[in-house]
């Protein structure tokens, strides 16, 4: 059992949108920056929004994150069949000496 | 350009023990933590540990306490993660991550993994 809670399967259809969300606590997502990761099949997991919803260089503006409270939201729009994958939030949790955390992950389909 | 780099995949059997290790290059080594993540078979990412390559301070989750040592060569720019007697729900895929910012969960470049495989 994850601390942070995620759908475990999300789907779209190319072209269209879907929104991923990450639910936490006071000690966790609430007082601390959340990042999302993609992990494409038999491949290593990717950065892909960093202090809540920052991209890294060579990341798609499709790609978006958002926090509100204790809950991140990570957003794909323009779905692409490559962009199938497992998708992890992850922050650290200050109740046990800043340890981290990742989500159970969302497996995502492009139908 | 960044990378780290790997040991290779290990057979071993139950009550043995394991050392695998994550080069890295292109970078200051002892300017970023090192995490290492587990990934069994089929399931999500787990975050085990963090070592500052710089003076080897190491942080573990209380699910790998006591069960893994994360250690590091800053000589030699290497991470290692080491089991004593390993069993065989330490099958997983294990990685190396670094840390990029100073407070965020940014883990910006990833070894490609060590797979390790523990049966009788």
């Known amino acids: 059992q994850s601390v942070l809670t995620q759908p475990p399967s999300v789907s779209a259809a190319p072209g269209q949108k879907v929104t991923i969300s990450c639910s936490g606590s006071?000690?966790?997502?609430?007082?601390?920056?959340v990042s999302w990761y993609q992990q494409l099949p038999g491949t290593a997991p990717k950065l892909l929004i960093y202090?809540?919803?920052k991209r890294p260089s060579g990341i798609p503006d499709r790609f978006s994150g958002s926090k509100s409270g204790t809950s991140a939201t990570l957003g794909i729009t323009g779905l692409q069949t490559g962009d199938e994958a497992d998708y992890y939030c992850?922050?650290?949790?200050?109740?046990?000496?800043?340890?981290?955390?990742f989500g159970g992950g969302t497996k995502l389909t492009v139908l | 350009e960044v990378q780290l780099v790997q040991s290779g995949a290990e057979v071993k059997k139950p009550g043995e023990s394991l050392r695998i290790s994550c080069k890295g290059s292109?970078?200051?080594?002892?300017?970023?933590?090192i995490s290492w993540v587990r990934q069994m078979p089929g399931k999500g990412l787990e975050w085990m540990g963090r070592?500052?390559?710089?003076?080897?301070?190491?942080n573990y989750s209380p699910s790998f306490q006591g069960h893994v040592t994360i250690s590091a060569d800053k000589s030699i720019s290497t991470a290692y993660l080491q089991w004593s007697s390993l069993k065989a729900s330490d099958t997983a895929m294990y990685y190396c991550?670094?840390?990029?910012?100073?407070?965020?969960?940014?883990?910006?470049?990833w070894g490609q993994g060590t797979l390790v495989t523990v049966s009788s």
């Open positions: 991550a670094r840390l990029s910012g100073l407070y965020g969960f940014d883990f910006d470049y």
């Open positions: 292109g970078y200051s080594f002892t300017s970023y933590w």
């Open positions: 070592i500052d390559p710089s003076d080897s301070y190491t």
């Open positions: 006071s000690s966790n997502i609430g007082n601390n920056y």
């Open positions: 202090e809540n919803n």
């Open positions: 992850g922050t650290w949790d200050s109740s046990l000496s800043a340890l981290g955390v």
